[in-house]
T-cell receptor
């Protein structure tokens, strides 16, 4: 079974702190994604990566950056956390050659609260 | 741009009732269409998908048909169970999308009561 794990289920940080969210997948997937989930808005793509050291902006990249130094690990970084970044963050992965219809596999999510 | 619109919840049903969740989309060409489900405390998982017009995806008693003429992909289940209580997300992936990026609808929370 594909497994996508995220470093924390719950996280509480203060405004201005630098925050790291880690995601690891064990299926040798090339593609990895970071989404945020907010009620009524569904999931919105922050960044994705299709290979090591490669990244592309999604729909809402402002205030975030990412790092992918190893194929299995994709990190989301909040350089200076703000209260409007309080949200659920979901990581996902998929095969690059699977095409547009390929399944994305999701982690359990990290609920981040910024005070 | 691409967008997905699905009915707002919550939808509250009794066990064995019929469930329909409407989903319509806007996209260029022929996107792939998906339903993902999120059970309480968990991440999303794929429920079903369809890749071309008139395709029917099905899984766990759920069905959805890709209707190009009405740009819709409505989810249906004939007899729901308490275990179907979850949030359901409709999503699309444009053709030739790099990295199969998904565009999601807002999600519909379904609560099934015994």
């Amino acid at each position: 079974d594909v497994k996508v794990t995220q470093s924390s289920r719950y996280l509480v940080k203060r405004t201005g702190e630098k925050v790291f969210l880690e995601c690891v997948q064990d299926m040798d997937h090339e593609n990895m994604f970071w989404y945020r989930q907010d009620p009524g808005l569904g999931l919105r793509l922050i960044y994705f990566s299709y290979d090591v050291k490669m990244k592309e902006k999604g729909d809402i990249p402002e205030g975030y950056s990412v790092s992918r130094e190893k194929k299995e690990r994709f990190s989301l970084i909040l350089e200076s956390a703000s209260t409007n970044q309080t949200s659920m963050y979901l990581c996902a992965s998929s095969y690059r050659d699977g095409g547009p219809a390929d399944t994305q596999y999701f982690g359990p999510g990290t609920r981040l609260t910024v005070l | 741009g691409n967008s997905v619109t699905q009915m707002e919840g919550p939808v509250t049903l009794s066990e064995e009732a019929f469930l329909t969740i409407n989903c319509t989309y806007t996209a260029t060409g022929y996107p792939s269409l998906f339903w993902y489900v999120q059970y309480p405390g968990e991440g999303l998982q794929l429920l079903l998908k369809a890749t071309k017009a008139d395709d029917k995806g099905s899984n766990k008693g759920f069905e959805a048909t890709y209707r190009k003429e009405t740009t819709s992909f409505h989810l249906e289940k004939g007899s729901v169970q308490v275990s179907d209580s979850a949030v359901y997300f409709c999503a699309l992936s444009p053709p030739l999308a790099a990295g199969n990026k998904l565009t999601f609808g807002g999600g519909t929370r379904v609560l099934v009561k015994p």
